[in-house]
């Protein structure tokens, strides 16, 4: 069975980091291009970065460029996210997505970040 | 205010048809696949749609989906009261070298 788990999300202040993770299982993750997609409280949803299957092209939503880090290992089936100098607007639940054909064919269940005081 | 403009809800009747729109520009749209998305309350994202109108395997045949220019459009017929959802459309935008999601738009099976 293809899954995607996500973990790493709680509770930081703003100004803080958090590192999340998205273990991946059910096919061949070296292969694949990966996505973090996040949604607010209430809100829509919002692409934050892409890592290309060998790291080899990176891309980051405007709002998040210089703050957010996305990266993987491949001989660990995982995905990750570094979160530093967060702030209030990166409250969101995170979401890894898989990529292919250009599109977001298979989603974790997300793991949500709250940034408060 | 997102890149992708979508009607924030419709609304229709069980059994009947609907769809959804999402307007773009050459960038994104025009230039680019699209795909669609159905968020059940409370649960992840679902992919519907693929290259602006492939169904991965799994979706009934009652969503379609079709693009026209910088236009796009889901459609939902023999609506049932558990296609109530959100649904987003989206795709990658050359210009701003991102991927982009349409606001979303809310469905009411009255």
Sequence with gaps: EVQLVESGGGLVQPGGSLRLSCAVSGFSFSTYSMNWVRQAPGK?????????????????????????????????????????????????VYYCARDSSWAFHIWGQGTMVTVSS | QSVLTQPPSVSAAPGQKVTISCSGSNSNIGNNYVSWYQQLPGTAPKLLIYD?????????????????????????TGLQTGDEADYYCGTWDSSLSAWVFGGGTKLTVL
Excluded: C
């Design chain 1, 44 to 92: 829509g949803l919002e692409w934050v970065s892409y890592i290309s299957s060998t790291s080899s092209t990176i891309h980051y939503a405007d709002s998040v460029k210089g703050r957010l880090t996305i990266s993987r290992d491949n001989a660990k089936n995982s995905l990750y996210l570094q979160m530093n100098n967060m702030r209030a607007e990166d409250t969101a």
């Design chain 2, 52 to 76: 602006n109108n492939k169904r991965p395997s799994g979706i009934p045949d009652r969503f379609s989906g079709s693009k026209s220019g910088t236009s796009a459009t889901l459609g939902i």
